[in-house]
């Protein structure tokens, strides 16, 4: 399986503004994959391009040209109902600001991918109650996102993001909303189940603790892919600085 | 700069203020439509035959201040929960509370003012019209009613504005009162169902008694007078917000605790919508059950007078028109009769005191008469050998001869003998056709020539049906005339109320549809959980409001013949313009919360 790339991004481009207006590409040519089982960071500055590129891995928005295959299924030729499922199934995602539904417990939101999937109502739960002995979110299950904390909701949306053991999970700043206990937690919790339960991790992240986490780093500088670190051998600490050296000179 | 901020927030809401402002316009336009027929107690008093009306409207007045109060006060709700962030942040950037305070007052205040002055314009506009329509369709005379009436643009502008000053009072005390993190979050917070299984059931017992008081005093306001009307309304009030929260909120409940029903799709989703807001629903579906009823009332209960008068006409003559030696233009006219389901010609001839018939002409087309028996008017088919009977059973014979012969007796002579009868010859020409109405200006062109020709007193054109149906038209149309303008205002109410109670949703709604296509939920599913959410809020409200009209109408017993008759028309009409106007609802939501990019098309 080592041989078939999770997310596999060619050559994709982005141009906002119609032909006869004036045109602003917002990406000029990307291509990368992301392995099975590995934790890929991606960091940029602002405007660099980063949630214009997420939006496209994760179907929500169509490249002007250029392929992204998830699975091995080309993503930008899905339409519809056939689009819609494919985002339930095989794609996680995590929000900065949660998208939770707020007139869901914990528990329903959480179930909700399952329930489009006409999933039987026991094995929904069994399902919840599993992913969120992982996450530690047993215990606030039956409240509704409001009675959480910002961490516990990021949980949540964690967990609601995996229950259908998708093939990739996305991160758009997942701990951009949340204070530093909660976000050390959360990257824990997210490398455990890359390491143990071999998830496939995307993070799109300006922040360089949160991107200390993954494997490897790709940095993105107008549009384009400018550099990439690995994590390799080093402790995080050391690959923590390697990042802010990395940004130091990135951004010149 | 604080009028700055204040129009400034309006300019930024466009679409919610629009929906605020025209839900606001119609509900005064309403109020004054309906108080230009309450407030007019000369149009009241010229139009009924019953004296109490103007007390049944007093009734009405109440019951439509309760009404207008209810929606006030959720527009009012609306428009702080569009504004409190707004407010909040003033407050956050430094703004003094009495500042705020100010604030609030004027938009409130500003909003309900433009909104009573637009409604009652629009109001105008529409007694206008309606009544114009009415009134030609009725063929009802409607004296002294009024498009430009006074009195109903005080009582409008007076309780709009009143209404609107109290609401801005309280507006800006709750939100002084209330902590600035709670408002900056307001909109998120989810109406947990705190109440558990014995409150429950208290308020449907409650419910169900109140509805049942109410529903036998109706029933019975014969007896009771008109008190009735008064305990019928503030128990069937009272009862159906009760029934609507004890209901909605146990079905909700039991739909979520069926888990292999809840499990399913998106049905978790569509119940905790509904459930979300559960508290504004049940005051709102009560209101919208309530109109309901009175919109579906009003319109039976017209179409049932409207229906009685050529019926009742009909029992006094079973002939449509009959015209005596009618020239070649009355002759050209008839040929315009259109449905004619029978037409007879018959030749008679007058001496002394006596009306002779032809046998051979009888035999071939009985006579249609009228016989009271046991007070009901039946219809018998009269020929030579039955005439004379029937004639001496009270047959009124009448419409069949001239006016001056009226009193004459009628016989009815074999063939050879009427051939040797002396006297002058006229001929008398009988029509029946399918539809009086829809033959109105044909009859009434013939029936007038005819009276013109005889040179009588219309009124004195005795026997001819047109004028019966004048007559009993004077009588009965004003009230027609009243259920279908009111039929027509409360479904105009009816309509703004359901479309404000939806479209004040939807914007926060459009994010959490968006939250789900962003999951993968496909948007037929999307739009199948859209249809059930609004479903449920015309379903609930039209069953009751149908059981309210059907138990309501035992209240006309006494003044229609038949007010179950033939419900199936108004019913049937009205249902169709509600399931017209549901799919109309659902598809301007759709548009509203549903995203057409996201890439799936």
Do not use: C
């Not at chain 2, 999307?526 to 249809?531: A, E, G, K, N, V």
Request: net charge positive.
């Amino acid at each position: 399986m080592q041989n078939q790339p999770v997310v596999s991004v060619h050559e994709i481009t982005k141009t906002y503004g119609k032909a006869n207006e004036k045109q602003y590409q917002a990406l000029k040519g990307i291509t990368f994959d992301v392995q099975t089982g590995e934790f890929v960071g991606i960091m940029g500055a602002s405007g660099s391009g980063k949630t214009t590129l997420l939006n496209i891995l994760s179907t929500l928005d169509r490249p002007t040209s250029g392929t992204v295959a998830i699975n091995g299924q080309d993503v930008t030729a899905l339409k519809g109902d056939k689009l819609s499922d494919f985002r339930a199934k095989q794609v996680g995602f995590i929000f900065q600001d949660f998208n939770l539904l707020e007139n869901l417990t914990a528990r329903e939101n959480i179930a909700l991918p399952m329930a489009l999937q006409n999933v039987s109502h026991s094995r929904q739960q069994q399902a919840v109650d599993k992913i969120a002995a992982t996450l530690g979110i047993a215990a606030v299950l039956d409240h509704y996102p409001t009675e959480l904390s910002g961490g516990q909701k990021q949980r949540v949306a964690a967990a609601r993001a995996l229950v259908q053991e998708p093939a990739i999970l996305f991160g758009d700043e997942p701990t951009g909303a949340l204070d530093s206990q909660s976000a050390r937690e959360l990257l824990n919790t997210m490398q455990g189940l890359n390491q143990q339960q071999g998830v496939s991790i995307l993070l799109v992240t300006h922040d360089p603790f949160s991107a200390s986490y993954a494997q490897r780093i790709l940095f993105i500088k107008d549009g384009q892919i400018g550099q990439e670190l690995r994590h390799g051998d080093k402790t995080q600490e050391e690959f923590y600085q390697e990042i802010l050296d990395t940004l130091g000179t990135f951004q010149k | 700069m604080l009028r700055k901020l204040a129009l400034g927030g309006i300019r930024a809401r466009f679409r919610d203020y629009a929906v605020l402002f025209s839900g606001l316009v119609i509900a005064s336009a309403v109020f004054y439509m309906f108080m230009a027929l309450a407030t007019n107690s000369a149009f009241l008093t010229a139009n009924s035959p019953v004296s109490s009306t103007t007390i049944i409207f007093g009734f009405g007045e109440v019951l439509l201040i309760i009404i207008t109060t209810v929606y006030i006060v959720y527009a009012n709700t609306f428009l702080m929960s569009m504004r409190q962030r707004d407010y909040a942040m003033f407050m956050m950037l430094g703004a003094k509370s009495r500042k705020i305070a100010q604030l609030i007052f004027i938009e409130t205040v500003s909003v309900g003012f433009l909104a009573s002055v637009v409604g009652t314009l629009v109001g105008m506009g529409l007694t206008g019209v309606a009544g114009r329509i009415l009134i030609n369709m009725l063929h009802a005379p409607a004296t002294h009613f009024s498009v430009f009436w006074g009195p109903a643009i005080l009582a409008t502008f007076g309780f709009f504005l009143a209404m609107f000053v109290v609401a801005a009072v309280i507006n800006a005390i709750r939100l002084l009162k209330t902590p600035m993190l709670q408002l900056l979050h307001a909109d998120t917070t989810p109406n947990r169902i705190r109440q558990k299984g014995w409150g429950l059931i208290l308020e449907a017992v409650a419910a169900v008694i109140l509805l049942g008081i109410g529903y036998v005093a109706m029933g019975q306001m014969m007896k009771i007078g008109l008190m009735a009307i008064g305990i019928a309304l503030v128990t069937i009030v009272l009862g159906t917000y009760l029934l609507f929260n004890a209901l909605l909120v146990a079905l909700i409940d039991l739909l979520k605790r069926n888990h292999r029903f809840a499990a399913r799709g998106l049905h978790t989703f569509t119940l905790s919508q509904l459930s979300f807001r559960i508290r504004d629903y049940t005051k709102i579906l009560a209101v919208v059950a309530m109109l309901f009823a009175l919109a579906l009332g009003a319109i039976t209960v017209g179409l049932g007078f409207q229906r009685e008068i050529p019926e009742r006409a009909n029992e006094l003559n079973a002939y449509d028109v009959v015209t005596i030696d009618a020239p070649a233009s009355e002759r050209a006219a008839a040929t315009k009769l259109t449905g004619v389901m029978h037409a007879a010609l018959y030749t008679q001839k007058v001496s002394g005191k006596t009306v002779y018939l032809n046998a051979t002409e009888v035999n071939a087309h009985p006579l249609r008469l009228r016989v009271f028996e046991d007070n009901v008017a039946k219809l018998r088919q009269a020929d030579a050998k039955t005439f004379a009977q029937l004639v001496q059973a009270g047959a009124d014979t009448d419409m069949l001869v001239r006016p001056t012969d009226v009193g004459k007796g009628v016989v009815v002579l074999p063939a050879a003998q009427f051939a040797v009868q002396t006297g002058t010859t006229h001929i008398i020409r009988t029509y029946v056709v399918r539809d009086f109405i829809g033959n109105y200006d044909t009859i009434k062109t013939m029936a007038t020539a005819q009276t013109k020709r005889f040179k009588v007193n219309p009124m004195m054109q005795i026997g001819q049906k047109f004028y019966y149906y004048e007559i009993l038209n004077g009588m009965y149309s004003g009230f027609a005339f009243m259920g279908f303008f009111l039929g027509i205002a409360f479904l105009a109410m009816l309509a703004s109320t359901l479309m404000f109670k939806i479209l004040s949703g939807a914007s926060y709604d459009a994010s959490r549809y968006l939250m789900l296509q962003k999951v993968g939920v496909r948007k037929g599913l999307l739009r199948r959980s859209i249809r059930q959410e609004i479903g449920a809020l015309f379903f609930f409200p039209g069953l009751l409001g149908v059981v309210h009209v059907l138990f309501g109408l035992k209240m006309f017993d006494s003044l229609l013949a038949h007010p179950y008759g033939n419900l199936i028309v108004p019913f049937g009409i009205f249902l169709l313009l509600y399931a017209i106007y549901y799919g109309l609802t659902v598809w301007l939501y759709e548009t509203i919360v549903i995203q057409k990019s996201l890439a799936t098309d």
